[in-house]
């Protein structure tokens, strides 16, 4: 890792820890205290804010929101135009689809696929392999389990625990 000064579009310049091979498009905007991963890519007009991680080979498509104290796990993909809440964990290898909002304190676990324009409700926690369909919904403190599948426009009630290896939702 080596800290490097970022100028941000607005004209402030932070200090960012980057490793190797790091890209951090044009009109992006790094906060305070970030920290990047080699090989990472940050995209045109991304906002990381501060004391946000980013892991190794993580892709931050464009126009992608992250709110201060996130982790984003290695090798995870961020589609264009999400957002992540505050304090919230992506967990490796994890893919966040076009559009999707993942609210404050939630916990999104390895190799999880979650598709475009998902919402995933405060203090949501969803187990490694699950897959969240596109349009679907997860209110707030719901617990998905591993391997689970939510299909697509399915509504997570609030508080829900959705089992390991089960299936919401009309096919």
Same mark, same amino acid.
Request: charged residues 15%; contains cysteine.
């Given at each position: 890792?080596?800290?490097?000064?970022?100028?941000?579009?607005?004209?402030?310049?932070?200090?960012?820890?980057?490793?190797?091979?790091?890209?951090?498009?044009?009109?992006? !905007?790094?906060?305070?205290?970030?920290? !990047?991963?080699?090989?990472?890519?940050?995209?045109?007009?991304?906002?990381?804010?501060?004391?946000?991680?980013?892991?190794?080979?993580?892709? !931050?498509?464009?126009?992608?929101?992250?709110?201060?104290?996130?982790?984003?796990?290695?090798?995870?993909?961020?589609?264009?135009?999400?957002?992540?809440?505050?304090?919230?964990?992506?967990?490796?290898?994890?893919?966040?689809?076009?559009?999707?909002?993942?609210?404050?304190?939630?916990?999104?676990?390895?190799?999880?696929?979650?598709?475009?324009?998902?919402?995933?409700?405060?203090?949501?926690?969803?187990?490694?392999?699950?897959?969240?369909?596109?349009?679907?919904?997860?209110?707030?403190?719901?617990?998905?389990?591993?391997?689970?599948?939510?299909?697509?426009?399915?509504?997570?009630?609030?508080?829900?625990?959705?089992?390991?290896?089960?299936?919401?939702?009309?096919?």
């Amino acid at each position: 890792m080596k800290t490097i000064t970022h100028v941000n579009p607005t004209g402030e310049t932070v200090q960012v820890s980057v490793g190797e091979n790091v890209t951090i498009a044009k009109n992006a !905007i790094i906060g305070w205290n970030v920290t !990047i991963g080699e090989n990472a890519n940050i995209g045109v007009g991304s906002n990381i804010d501060s004391y946000s991680t980013v892991g190794e080979h993580v892709t !931050i498509v464009e126009y992608v929101t992250i709110c201060p104290n996130a982790i984003i796990g290695k090798n995870a993909t961020i589609g264009r135009n999400a957002t992540i809440g505050w304090n919230v964990t992506i967990s490796k290898n994890s893919n966040i689809g076009v559009g999707s909002n993942i609210d404050s304190y939630s916990t999104v676990g390895e190799h999880v696929t979650i598709g475009k324009n998902a919402i995933i409700g405060w203090n949501v926690t969803i187990g490694e392999h699950a897959t969240i369909g596109e349009n679907a919904i997860i209110r707030e403190h719901a617990t998905i389990g591993k391997n689970a599948i939510i299909r697509e426009h399915a509504t997570i009630g609030r508080n829900a625990t959705i089992a390991d290896d089960s299936t919401v939702g009309l096919k």
